[in-house]
């Protein structure tokens, strides 16, 4: 019984991890250039019951359940036009380096501005760095050549929060990105919000488990204590 409201605490924890996934997903569902995640649960492994008397086998329980790694999806999605002069699309693999104050990082979001000192920057004011490692001019009427706008291709790239992705640069892509366009989220809202309710009724499942187990171990005691 006890091994029992482990194993469901275990998957309660596991959803829950899981939901905290998916509600980043779905908030980013309009999120240009944003990879939707994808958990994949684990088991620790399984038990070998047995008879004591006998020896015979009974069956076997699951010990307990995880969330084992969660995978980002990077397949390039569609890319809109937006007219925007500034808007920026990768179409292939890459990413845009931008430079933060904890260093290089990328991002494929290629919804940018022009800071007041003339360069090109990202929605949190960071810079957009060209192929060179410099800061991205803007034009005086508005446009960036896009030939000159750095597209790294990052084999390893890891999510690091605000949309952006640390990683090894392997070099440099060799076309640039296509301007007055940004590329979609890659976040399915739909099947997004059938992985949640998945998960919600996963979660209730474990709390209901819980609390059968509470109620037996407490209705147990009550028969073995002395009248």
Known sequence: MERGLYIAASGMVAEM?????????????????????RSALHAFGELLVTDRPTGAVVGSVNMA????R???????????DTGEPLDMAIVGEGFFT?????????????????APNGTLVDQLGNPVLNRDGGP?????DGTVDAATVGISLVPDALKAGNGYFT??????APEGPRTGALEASSVDAARTMVDMLASLRAFEAGQKAITTIDSSLERANQLSMPR
Do not use: H, W
Request: aromatic fraction near 4%; glycine fraction near 8%; avoid cysteine.
């Open 70 to 80: 969660q995978e980002t999806d990077l397949t390039s999605q569609p890319v809109r």
């Open 98 to 114: 931008i430079q933060t104050p904890e260093g290089e990082r990328y991002t494929r979001n290629g919804s940018f501005t022009t």
């Open 17 to 37: 991890a899981r939901q905290d996934q998916i509600a980043n997903d779905l908030a980013n569902a309009a999120t240009p250039g944003y990879k939707a995640d």
């Open 136 to 140: 991205v001019q803007v034009n005086p």
């Open 167 to 172: 990683g090894n640069a392997t070099g440099q």
């Open 65 to 68: 359940t995880r969330v084992d």
